[in-house]
Nanobody, 122 residues
C-alpha cells in the first residue's frame, strides 16, 4: 500500500522560508524518483521539483530554481522540499509523489496524500 503524508506548510511572509516533509511508505519511495507538485487555487496540479533515485540529480520548474531544494532521506523514507525566498505566487497546496519517468516528471501513483497548505503573504 502506498502512503504519502505531507507536512510542514503554513503561513509565511514573502521572503520567508519553509521546509516541507513527505513521509512515504517504503513501497512509494524505494527505487523511485521522487517529486513535489503543487496546486494553486483555481489551477491544475503542476510539477515543482524532482530528485532522481540513486544519482540524486535534481530538476526544478523554472519559477523555483535557485529558491527551492529537494532532498530525500531514504533511511527515513522521507522527502523534503526546502523553500526559501518565498513569493505570494508560491501559495498552493503542496503534494509529493513518486515520478514515473524522468523526462515527463509525471506522477507515478494515482493516489495522493492530503497535501500541505503553503500561504505566502505579501
Amino acid at each position: 500500500q502506498v502512503q504519502l503524508v505531507e507536512s510542514g506548510g503554513g503561513l509565511v511572509q514573502a521572503g520567508g522560508s519553509l521546509r516541507l516533509s513527505c513521509a512515504a511508505s517504503r513501497r512509494a519511495i524505494s527505487n523511485h524518483h521522487m517529486g513535489w507538485f503543487r496546486q494553486a487555487p483555481g489551477k491544475g496540479r503542476e510539477f515543482v521539483a524532482a530528485i532522481a533515485w540513486g544519482s540524486g540529480i535534481t530538476d526544478y520548474t523554472d519559477s523555483v530554481k535557485g529558491r527551492f531544494t529537494i532532498s530525500t532521506d531514504n533511511a527515513k523514507n522521507t522527502a523534503y522540499l526546502q523553500m526559501n525566498s518565498l513569493k505570494p505566487e508560491d501559495t498552493a497546496v503542496y503534494y509529493c509523489n513518486a515520478i514515473s519517468t524522468w523526462n515527463t516528471k509525471s506522477p507515478l501513483f494515482d493516489s495522493w496524500g492530503q497535501g500541505t497548505q503553503v500561504t505566502v503573504s505579501s
